[in-house]
C-alpha cells in the first residue's frame, strides 16, 4: 500500500534472500524532517518554489544536458574557427592555449550531459551540479577569450560572452532564488578571475580601467537581470504544475517532496475544502518495467478501496484516490493541524505516563478496526501517528500511512517488490526483521510498544549505528525497562505492558488491539489525562497561529 502521510517519508528497505542482508545499512533509521509554520504561509510561495515538482525537475535536467552538449560543440566549433582566422605569427603563439581551453571545455561540458541523461542522480541534485557547471563554465569561456592581448588604445566593441551565457543558463535550468542569485554573480566574477588569472599566469597585458567596465559591466547587469529572470520562471513551472486537477481538487502548492514522489496543498472546486493530496510515481516503489507498473495499479486499486472503507476517526481519512494522466498514484486525505509523535518528543520532550496512554488508546481503536478487516499497518511508527487539534477536540491522535499494509489472504501483498521486507527498523517486529511474510496484527502492537518507548523516554527501544543491526537487536537483545531510562514515573503497570507488547514471541504479546485497548483502561484507572488538561496544553504550547504542518523529504 502507498505510503499516506503528509510528507514524502523514506523507508528502509531490507531485502532477504534468506535471512538478514547487508543491504540494510545503507539505509537511514530516521529520515529527516523539515517543519514550518503557519505564522510563514504568508511567504509560503518562496518556501514552495524551493520544493518544484519532480516533472519540472526532471525537464530540467534533459534541458541541462543538452545545454552542456551545446556548450561542448561550441568549443569543438571556435576550435577550427580559431585555427583557420589566427595565421598571423603574433596570434599563432597563442594558439596552444586556446587547444588547452577546448581540451577542458569539451570533457566538461560532454561529461555533464552524460551525467545529466544517464538520470543516475536525483533531478535536484543534477540542478545543483548544473549550477557548478554553470560557474565553472564561465570561467572556462573567460581564460579563452581573455588569452589574446587588448591594444590600450583601442576601444573595445563588444562584451564578455558570460554575459550571454548567464542568461541562457537561467532559462534552461530554473532554481530558487537563493541558489540563482549565488550562481548568477559567482559566474560574473569568473570575467574578471579568468583575466586576472590569465595576466598572472600566462603575462597577459593589464587592460585599462575602462577596458576592464566595458568587458565586465554587462555579465554583471545580465547577472542581475537574470535573478529576476530565473525567479519568474522558476515560479512559471510551479504555477503551471499548479493547475493540474487531480478529479475534483486542484492543486494549490506543494508542501512536501521526497524520492517517492510529492504532497500538494489542494482544494475540492465545489466544496472549496482543503486537503493534502499525495502524488507518488509508480516506478519509485516497483520499478520502472511496464508489468511492474501494471500489476502495481492493480494492487494499488484493490489496497486503496480497502484502506478508504476505515472509518475509525482515529484512522486518516482518504476523501478519493487514483492515478493521474502521468500514471502517478495519488491519495486525497484530510489536512490536519499538529504533528507527528516524532516532532512531538523532539520539540517538547518525553511525555506523561497518563497522556501516552491516552494517545496509545487512540491509536488502538484505529488498529482494531483494521485488524478486524484484514488489515495490518506494519510500519507503526512515531512520524505515523499524528497528534492534532481536531474541531474542540485537542490531543486527538490520527494513525497514517497505510502505505506498507497487508491484506489478510492476498498473496500479492504490496506495492512492494516481491521478496522485500519493508518498514522501518527502530520499530520492526522480530518476525518482520527475520523476513517471515505470515505478519498479522502483532507485528503492529509490538511497534506499538516501540512507539510508546519512545514517548516515555525519548529513546528508541534499542540503539545501532545501521539498519540492520538495528534489525538484528529487535531480533536478539532483551530492552531495557523504559523506567531505567528517564526520569519521569511510570506506573508499573503501564510499563509491564509495554514490555510484554515488546516481546518476542508473538504468543506473548497482546493478541489483539482490543486486549491491548482493555489493558490500557485498566492502566489509566491510576491516572488520567483529560480534554481540558489537554485543551490547556494546546492553548499554551501550540495556539492556532503557531500550529504545524510536518513534512518529509
Known amino acids: 500500500m502507498l505510503h499516506l502521510v503528509f510528507g514524502c517519508t523514506a523507508k528502509c528497505t531490507l531485502r532477504y534472500p534468506d535471512s538478514l542482508n547487508t543491504a540494510a545499512a545503507k539505509h537511514q533509521l530516521r529520515p529527516e524532517r523539515t517543519t514550518t509554520t503557519s505564522s510563514a504561509r504568508p511567504g509560503l510561495r518562496t518556501t514552495s518554489s524551493g520544493l518544484l515538482p519532480v516533472e519540472i525537475l526532471e525537464k530540467a535536467v534533459n534541458r541541462l544536458g543538452w545545454l552542456a552538449l551545446v556548450y561542448a560543440s561550441t568549443w569543438v566549433i571556435l576550435h577550427f574557427v580559431y585555427r583557420g582566422t589566427n595565421t598571423s605569427p603574433q596570434l599563432l603563439k597563442y594558439l596552444p592555449f586556446q587547444m588547452l581551453f577546448t581540451a577542458i571545455g569539451v570533457p566538461l561540458g560532454g561529461?555533464?550531459?552524460?551525467?545529466?541523461?544517464?538520470?543516475?542522480?536525483?533531478?535536484?541534485?543534477?540542478?545543483?551540479?548544473?549550477?557548478?557547471?554553470?560557474?565553472?563554465?564561465?570561467?572556462?569561456?573567460?581564460?579563452?577569450?581573455?588569452?589574446?592581448?587588448?591594444?590600450?588604445?583601442?576601444?573595445?566593441?563588444?562584451?564578455?560572452?558570460?554575459?550571454?551565457?548567464?542568461?541562457?543558463?537561467?532559462?534552461?535550468?530554473?532554481?530558487?532564488?537563493?541558489?540563482?542569485?549565488?550562481?548568477?554573480?559567482?559566474?560574473?566574477?569568473?570575467?574578471?578571475?579568468?583575466?586576472?588569472?590569465?595576466?598572472?599566469?600566462?603575462?597577459?597585458?593589464?587592460?585599462?580601467?575602462?577596458?576592464?567596465?566595458?568587458?565586465?559591466?554587462?555579465?554583471?547587469?545580465?547577472a542581475f537581470a537574470s535573478v529576476a529572470l530565473s525567479r519568474y520562471v522558476y515560479d512559471l513551472g510551479a504555477n503551471v504544475n499548479r493547475q493540474r486537477d487531480l478529479g475534483s481538487y486542484e492543486l494549490i502548492e506543494p508542501i512536501g517532496q521526497g524520492g517517492m514522489g510529492e504532497v500538494w496543498r489542494a482544494r475540492h472546486r465545489l466544496l472549496v475544502r482543503d486537503a493534502a493530496i499525495k502524488l507518488i510515481r509508480p516506478e519509485a516503489l516497483v520499478g520502472d518495467s511496464p508489468e511492474e507498473i501494471a500489476a502495481a495499479r492493480k494492487r494499488f486499486e484493490r489496497e486503496a478501496q480497502a484502506t478508504a472503507g476505515l472509518h475509525s476517526p482515529h484512522t486518516v481519512a482518504i476523501h478519493d484516490y487514483g492515478i493521474a494522466e502521468?500514471?502517478?498514484?495519488?491519495?486525497?486525505?484530510?489536512?490536519?493541524?499538529?504533528?507527528?509523535?516524532?516532532?512531538?518528543?523532539?520539540?517538547?520532550?518525553?511525555?506523561?505516563?497518563?497522556?501516552?496512554?491516552?494517545?496509545?488508546?487512540?491509536?488502538?481503536?484505529?488498529?482494531?478496526?483494521?485488524?478486524?478487516?484484514?488489515?495490518?499497518?506494519?510500519?507503526?511508527?512515531?512520524?505515523?501517528?499524528?497528534?492534532?487539534?481536531?474541531?474542540?477536540?485537542?490531543?486527538?491522535?490520527?494513525?497514517?500511512?497505510?502505505?506498507?499494509?497487508?491484506?489478510?489472504?492476498?498473496?500479492?501483498?504490496?506495492?512492494?517488490?516481491?521478496?522485500?521486507?519493508?518498514?522501518?527498523?527502530?520499530?520492526?517486529?522480530?518476525?518482520?526483521?527475520?523476513?517471515?511474510?505470515?505478519?498479522?496484527?502483532?507485528?503492529?502492537?509490538?511497534?506499538l510498544g516501540c512507539v510508546a518507548y519512545w514517548l516515555l523516554t525519548g529513546h528508541l527501544v534499542f540503539e545501532a549505528p545501521n539498519a540492520l543491526s538495528m534489525a538484528l537487536e529487535h531480533v536478539q537483545s532483551k530492552p531495557i525497562p523504559p523506567s531505567q531510562r528517564t526520569e519521569l514515573d511510570i506506573p508499573p503497570a503501564l510499563e509491564s505492558l509495554i514490555l510484554q507488547c515488546l516481546e518476542k514471541d508473538p504468543a506473548h504479546r497482546p493478541q489483539t488491539a482490543r486486549q491491548l485497548a482493555r489493558a490500557l483502561d485498566a492502566v489509566g484507572q491510576t491516572g488520567s489525562w483529560t480534554q481540558d488538561q489537554a485543551e490547556e496544553w494546546w492553548h499554551i504550547n501550540m495556539p492556532a497561529s503557531q500550529q504545524t504542518i510536518t513534512t518529509r523529504r
Not at 512531538?344 to 494517545?359: E, L
Not at 497528534?387 to 501483498?413: E, I, P, W
Open 326 to 447: 502521468d500514471g502517478s498514484f495519488y491519495y486525497v486525505m484530510e489536512l490536519l493541524d499538529g504533528l507527528d509523535l516524532e516532532a512531538f518528543v523532539d520539540r517538547f520532550g518525553p511525555v506523561p505516563a497518563p497522556r501516552v496512554t491516552s494517545i496509545l488508546r487512540q491509536v488502538c481503536d484505529s488498529l482494531a478496526e483494521a485488524h478486524a478487516a484484514g488489515l495490518t499497518h506494519r510500519d507503526i511508527k512515531p512520524r505515523n501517528i499524528f497528534l492534532c487539534r481536531l474541531g474542540v477536540n485537542f490531543d486527538f491522535v490520527k494513525v497514517l500511512d497505510f502505505g506498507l499494509v497487508k491484506m489478510k489472504g492476498a498473496t500479492d501483498q504490496s506495492l512492494t517488490r516481491d521478496g522485500v521486507a519493508t518498514g522501518t527498523p527502530a520499530y520492526m517486529s522480530p518476525e518482520m526483521a527475520l523476513g517471515h511474510y505470515e505478519v498479522d496484527a502483532r507485528t503492529d502492537l509490538y511497534a
Open 111 to 222: 561529461a555533464v550531459c552524460a551525467l545529466a541523461w544517464s538520470k543516475k542522480l536525483p533531478a535536484s541534485l543534477m540542478v545543483d551540479i548544473g549550477l557548478l557547471f554553470e560557474v565553472l563554465g564561465a570561467l572556462v569561456i573567460s581564460l579563452a577569450e581573455n588569452i589574446y592581448p587588448l591594444e590600450t588604445n583601442v576601444l573595445i566593441r563588444g562584451h564578455s560572452a558570460i554575459a550571454i551565457w548567464v542568461v541562457f543558463f537561467c532559462l534552461v535550468v530554473p532554481t530558487s532564488f537563493g541558489k540563482a542569485l549565488l550562481a548568477a554573480f559567482a559566474t560574473a566574477c569568473m570575467g574578471p578571475l579568468g583575466m586576472a588569472i590569465n595576466i598572472v599566469a600566462m603575462g597577459a597585458p593589464n587592460p585599462t580601467p575602462g577596458q576592464w567596465v566595458v568587458l565586465y559591466i554587462t555579465p554583471f547587469l545580465m
